[in-house]
C-alpha cells in the first residue's frame, strides 16, 4: 500500500495498483494467510482492510463454501470485491455465492475432479488432462459464471512457464542470479523428466481452449500473469498476448480482454479504451501487431496519465535485481548485492545518465541515503529514506543558487551529517575556501539544525575535504598542502582525535600516505584497520585513482597501494565510503556511483612473512 501511495503521488515510475489484502483460507490453510477459525475475526479484519481503501481480497484452495459466504458477504459490505483460486469450494459454488471472479481458468475448476469430497480440497485431477472442453459438463458452470456476473481470470503465461520452462531472455536478465541459476536447474530436471514432467502440455492447451470458449459465449475473461518462476511482470503479460492469439483469439480480442475487460471488472470508466476524455494510459508499439505477434515486445514508449516512460531506462534499473536478497526489504534500493565486479549503484535510480553524482553516505540501518549532485557546476548533496518498502523522492539537503554542498558522511552515532561547503560564515556569500561543516539533530525523527562551521583547529584558510570517522569520533579528513614544494593541487590526510566535546589538533599522516601529491577524499574503517583514499600519481591508472593502506602489527599504516584495474579507469574515481556493515565499498567514478563487495579489499592486504 506504500508503494502504491507513493506511485500514485508521483514520488516513484510505476503502475497504478490496486490493493488486495492479505489472502483467506480455510481453517487448515497456509499458516501465513488468514485462516478462517473464527468469524468474527474474519469480518474483523476485512471490516479493518477495508478501512485501509483496500478494494479486493483472494481467497486461497482451502477456503469452504461456508467461509467463502461469510467473507464475501462482509466484503461487499465494505465495497470489497471477492476473487479466489479455488479448490475446496467448487466454481459453481462460488457462483451461487456472490463472488466476483475466479483466477486461473480451467485447471482448478474440481466441479469436474472425481472422487472430490465436499467442502474439502480434494479430487483427482485426471479432468486436466482427459475432460473435453467443449462437454456440457464444462459449458453448464462457464454458463452459471455467465449468469452470475463473475469474471475469469486467465492467466495462461504461467501456464505456459510450468509446461515449457523456456525463459524470455529478457525475464533472464532482470532476475537476480539466484533466481537465474534456479531457472537454469528447472530447465535440466525437465529435460530429464521427458513426459514426465509434473505439468503436462496438454494442460495449457485444455487451458487455452477453456478461456477461449468461455470468452466466445459472452463470459468476462481478463488477464494477468500469476507471476512465478522465470514469468516476470511485463514480459508475462506479452506473452499471455501471444498465447491468445494461438488459442484463437483475434488480436482486437486479445488486446480487449488484457485492457477494457479489466477496467470493467474494476467498474473502471476512466481507463481501458483509447478514446475522447479517457485517461492517456497508452503503449506505443515499433511493428505490425496484426501481422507479427513479436511486436508486443517491441515497446517504444509507456504513457501513463499523459507521461510518457522510457521503458529502457526503467528495465535497466531492474537488471539482476528482482527477486535478489536486498529485493523484499527494498535496502540499498532493492539492487542485488555486488560480487567482487564493480557495479553501477541504482542505474537511473540514483546512478541517472542524466546528472552527475559524487559522495555518498548510507545510515547504519541502510535506510537513509545522501550523495551529492553537480546541478551545473553548484554542488548539491539529495537525500532519500526508506519507509515501508519505499524510499522518499529524491530532495535536496539545501536550497542555494550559488553555494556549493558535497561529500555527505554521519557521525559514529548519526547524530550528526558532515559534508564540505565553500558557505560564507554570515552565509551571505561564498568563501574562497572549502569548510568542513555539519548539522546535527536530537535522534533519527528529529529535523537537522542549521548548518555549523567545524571551524578551528580542523577547518583552516585553506581548503579542507571530505569527513570520515573512526568508531571511537577520529576524524580523517584532506587539507590543502601548504609546504613550498608541493603542487598546487597537492592535499594531505590529517586525522584529529575527538576529546571531551572537541577535535585536538589534526596530525598529518606519515609518507606511507601522504606524497606530496593529491592524497583526499579518506574514507577510514570504523576500527581504524584500513584507508582508503583518492590520489593523483604519476603511476597512477587515471585522472585520480583509489588507493589503500591497512594498519599493521605494530599499528602503523602501510604503504598505500594503487587498487588497480579492478577499481580504477581512466577517469577520474573518488569518494570512498564502506556501508556500516562492512559488505559493500561505494564510490565515484566517472560522475556516477559503483559499489563492489568489500571482499576485493583482501587482495590488496600486504602478505605476512612465510605467505
Same mark, same amino acid.
Given at each position: 500500500?506504500?508503494?502504491?501511495?507513493?506511485?500514485?503521488k508521483?514520488?516513484?515510475?510505476?503502475?497504478?495498483?490496486i490493493? =488486495?489484502?492479505?489472502?483467506f483460507?480455510?481453517?487448515?490453510?497456509k499458516?501465513n494467510?488468514v485462516?478462517f477459525?473464527?468469524?468474527?475475526m474474519?469480518?474483523?479484519?476485512?471490516? $479493518?482492510?477495508g478501512k485501509k481503501?483496500?478494494?479486493?481480497l483472494?481467497?486461497?484452495?482451502?477456503?469452504?463454501? =461456508?467461509?467463502? @459466504?461469510?467473507?464475501v #458477504?462482509? %466484503?461487499?459490505?465494505?465495497?470489497i470485491?471477492?476473487?479466489?483460486?479455488?479448490c475446496?469450494?467448487?466454481?459453481?459454488?462460488a457462483a451461487?455465492i456472490?463472488?466476483?471472479?475466479?483466477?486461473?481458468?480451467?485447471?482448478?475448476s474440481?466441479?469436474?475432479?472425481?472422487?472430490?469430497? +465436499?467442502?474439502?480440497?480434494?479430487?483427482?485431477?485426471?479432468?486436466?488432462?482427459?475432460?473435453d472442453?467443449?462437454?456440457e459438463?464444462?459449458?453448464?458452470? +462457464?454458463?452459471l459464471?455467465?449468469?452470475?456476473?463473475?469474471?475469469?481470470?486467465?492467466?495462461? %503465461?504461467?501456464?505456459?512457464?510450468?509446461?515449457?520452462?523456456?525463459? #524470455?531472455?529478457?525475464?533472464?536478465?532482470?532476475?537476480?542470479?539466484?533466481?537465474?541459476?534456479?531457472?537454469?536447474?528447472?530447465?535440466?530436471?525437465?529435460?530429464?523428466?521427458g513426459?514426465?514432467?509434473?505439468?503436462?502440455?496438454?494442460?495449457l492447451?485444455?487451458a487455452?481452449? $477453456?478461456?477461449?470458449?468461455?470468452?466466445?459465449?459472452?463470459?468476462l475473461?481478463?488477464?494477468?500473469?500469476?507471476p512465478g518462476?522465470?514469468?516476470?511482470?511485463?514480459?508475462?503479460?506479452?506473452?499471455?498476448?501471444?498465447?491468445f492469439?494461438?488459442a484463437?483469439?483475434?488480436?482486437?480480442? %486479445?488486446?480487449?480482454?488484457m485492457t477494457?475487460?479489466?477496467?470493467?471488472?474494476?467498474?473502471? @470508466?476512466?481507463?481501458?479504451?483509447?478514446?475522447?476524455?479517457?485517461?492517456?494510459?497508452?503503449?506505443?508499439?515499433?511493428?505490425?501487431l496484426?501481422?507479427d505477434?513479436?511486436?508486443? +515486445?517491441?515497446?517504444?514508449?509507456?504513457?501513463?496519465n499523459g507521461i510518457?516512460?522510457d521503458?529502457e531506462?526503467?528495465?535497466?534499473?531492474?537488471?539482476?535485481?528482482v527477486?535478489?536478497?536486498n529485493?523484499d526489504l527494498?535496502?540499498?534500493?532493492g539492487?542485488?548485492?555486488?560480487?567482487?565486479?564493480?557495479e553501477l549503484?541504482a542505474?537511473?535510480?540514483?546512478?541517472?545518465?542524466?546528472?552527475?553524482?559524487?559522495?555518498?553516505?548510507?545510515s547504519? #540501518? /541502510?535506510?537513509?541515503?545522501?550523495?551529492?549532485?553537480?546541478?551545473?557546476?553548484?554542488m548539491e548533496?539529495?537525500?532519500?529514506k526508506? /519507509?515501508?518498502?519505499?524510499w522518499?523522492? +529524491?530532495?535536496?539537503?539545501?536550497?542555494?543558487?550559488?553555494?556549493?554542498?558535497n561529500?555527505?558522511?554521519?557521525?559514529?552515532?548519526e547524530?550528526r551529517? $558532515?559534508?564540505?561547503?565553500?558557505?560564507?560564515? !554570515?552565509?551571505? /556569500?561564498?568563501? #574562497?575556501?572549502?569548510?568542513?561543516?555539519y548539522?546535527?539533530?536530537?535522534?533519527?525523527e528529529?529535523?537537522? &539544525?542549521?548548518?555549523? !562551521?567545524?571551524?578551528?583547529?580542523v577547518? =583552516?584558510?585553506?581548503?579542507?575535504?571530505?569527513a570520515?570517522?573512526?568508531?571511537?569520533?577520529?576524524?580523517y579528513f584532506a587539507?590543502?598542502?601548504?609546504?613550498?614544494?608541493?603542487?598546487?593541487?597537492?592535499?594531505?590526510?590529517?586525522?584529529?582525535?575527538?576529546?571531551?566535546?572537541?577535535?585536538? !589538533?589534526?596530525?598529518m599522516?606519515?609518507?606511507?600516505?601522504?606524497?606530496?601529491r593529491?592524497?583526499?577524499?579518506v574514507f577510514?574503517a570504523?576500527?581504524?584497520?584500513?584507508?582508503?583514499?583518492? &590520489?593523483?600519481?604519476k603511476?597512477?591508472?587515471?585522472?585520480?585513482d583509489?588507493?589503500? @593502506?591497512?594498519k599493521?602489527?605494530?599499528?602503523?599504516?602501510?604503504?598505500?597501494?594503487n587498487?588497480?584495474?579492478?577499481?580504477?579507469?581512466?577517469?577520474?574515481?573518488?569518494c570512498?565510503?564502506v =556501508?556500516?556493515?562492512?559488505?559493500y565499498?561505494?564510490?565515484? &567514478?566517472?560522475?556516477d556511483?559503483?559499489?563492489? &563487495?568489500? !571482499?576485493i579489499?583482501?587482495?590488496?592486504?600486504p602478505?605476512?612473512?612465510g605467505?
Amino acid at each position: 500500500m506504500a508503494i502504491a501511495n507513493a506511485i500514485a503521488k508521483g514520488e516513484q515510475p510505476g503502475p497504478e495498483i490496486i490493493n =488486495s489484502g492479505p489472502y483467506f483460507s480455510g481453517p487448515d490453510g497456509k499458516t501465513n494467510f488468514v485462516r478462517f477459525t473464527n468469524e468474527k475475526m474474519v469480518r474483523d479484519t476485512i471490516r $479493518y482492510w477495508g478501512k485501509k481503501g483496500v478494494k479486493w481480497l483472494k481467497v486461497y484452495r482451502n477456503t469452504r463454501p =461456508s467461509d467463502l @459466504s461469510v467473507i464475501v #458477504d462482509e %466484503a461487499h459490505k465494505n465495497n470489497i470485491k471477492v476473487t479466489g483460486h479455488l479448490c475446496a469450494t467448487t466454481y459453481a459454488e462460488a457462483a451461487e455465492i456472490g463472488i466476483d471472479a475466479i483466477e486461473h481458468g480451467f485447471l482448478h475448476s474440481y466441479d469436474h475432479a472425481s472422487g472430490k469430497e +465436499q467442502f474439502s480440497c480434494t479430487g483427482n485431477t485426471d479432468f486436466r488432462t482427459t475432460l473435453d472442453i467443449d462437454d456440457e459438463a464444462v459449458k453448464s458452470v +462457464q454458463r452459471l459464471l455467465i449468469d452470475k456476473g463473475v469474471a475469469l481470470g486467465s492467466t495462461l %503465461a504461467i501456464f505456459e512457464a510450468q509446461a515449457n520452462v523456456t525463459a #524470455d531472455a529478457r525475464a533472464i536478465e532482470v532476475m537476480a542470479p539466484y533466481h537465474q541459476n534456479a531457472h537454469y536447474e528447472r530447465e535440466k530436471r525437465k529435460q530429464q523428466a521427458g513426459a514426465d514432467w509434473y505439468f503436462k502440455k496438454e494442460w495449457l492447451g485444455k487451458a487455452m481452449a $477453456y478461456d477461449r470458449q468461455f470468452y466466445k459465449m459472452g463470459g468476462l475473461l481478463v488477464a494477468g500473469l500469476d507471476p512465478g518462476l522465470h514469468n516476470m511482470p511485463g514480459f508475462g503479460d506479452q506473452k499471455n498476448y501471444e498465447l491468445f492469439l494461438k488459442a484463437g483469439f483475434l488480436p482486437e480480442e %486479445a488486446i480487449q480482454v488484457m485492457t477494457a475487460n479489466g477496467a470493467t471488472l474494476m467498474g473502471r @470508466s476512466d481507463i481501458g479504451l483509447i478514446a475522447k476524455g479517457k485517461t492517456a494510459n497508452l503503449v506505443v508499439l515499433d511493428g505490425d501487431l496484426l501481422n507479427d505477434p513479436k511486436t508486443i +515486445q517491441k515497446v517504444t514508449t509507456v504513457f501513463k496519465n499523459g507521461i510518457g516512460y522510457d521503458p529502457e531506462k526503467l528495465i535497466r534499473s531492474l537488471r539482476g535485481n528482482v527477486g535478489s536478497v536486498n529485493d523484499d526489504l527494498m535496502t540499498y534500493f532493492g539492487q542485488k548485492e555486488p560480487t567482487e565486479t564493480p557495479e553501477l549503484f541504482a542505474p537511473e535510480l540514483v546512478s541517472r545518465s542524466d546528472r552527475h553524482e559524487f559522495g555518498c553516505t548510507f545510515s547504519k #540501518d /541502510a535506510d537513509a541515503f545522501y550523495f551529492g549532485v553537480d546541478n551545473n557546476g553548484i554542488m548539491e548533496i539529495h537525500y532519500s529514506k526508506l /519507509a515501508k518498502g519505499v524510499w522518499s523522492p +529524491q530532495k535536496k539537503l539545501f536550497e542555494s543558487d550559488s553555494v556549493s554542498y558535497n561529500d555527505p558522511m554521519f557521525s559514529p552515532d548519526e547524530k550528526r551529517l $558532515y559534508f564540505i561547503s565553500d558557505r560564507a560564515l !554570515n552565509k551571505e /556569500a561564498v568563501k #574562497d575556501d572549502i569548510d568542513i561543516w555539519y548539522v546535527e539533530r536530537k535522534n533519527k525523527e528529529s529535523a537537522w &539544525s542549521a548548518p555549523i !562551521n567545524l571551524v578551528a583547529p580542523v577547518n =583552516s584558510e585553506r581548503n579542507e575535504y571530505y569527513a570520515s570517522f573512526t568508531s571511537e569520533g577520529t576524524l580523517y579528513f584532506a587539507s590543502k598542502s601548504n609546504s613550498e614544494n608541493a603542487p598546487r593541487y597537492a592535499f594531505d590526510i590529517y586525522s584529529a582525535a575527538y576529546k571531551n566535546g572537541r577535535f585536538l !589538533n589534526p596530525t598529518m599522516l606519515p609518507e606511507t600516505i601522504n606524497m606530496n601529491r593529491y592524497e583526499a577524499d579518506v574514507f577510514i574503517a570504523p576500527d581504524d584497520s584500513y584507508m582508503i583514499f583518492c &590520489s593523483i600519481r604519476k603511476n597512477g591508472l587515471g585522472q585520480g585513482d583509489l588507493y589503500i @593502506s591497512f594498519k599493521d602489527g605494530k599499528g602503523q599504516w602501510t604503504a598505500a597501494v594503487n587498487m588497480g584495474s579492478d577499481i580504477n579507469t581512466e577517469k577520474h574515481e573518488l569518494c570512498p565510503f564502506v =556501508s556500516t556493515d562492512g559488505k559493500y565499498l561505494f564510490y565515484t &567514478s566517472n560522475q556516477d556511483i559503483y559499489w563492489v &563487495s568489500t !571482499n576485493i579489499l583482501e587482495r590488496y592486504r600486504p602478505k605476512k612473512e612465510g605467505e
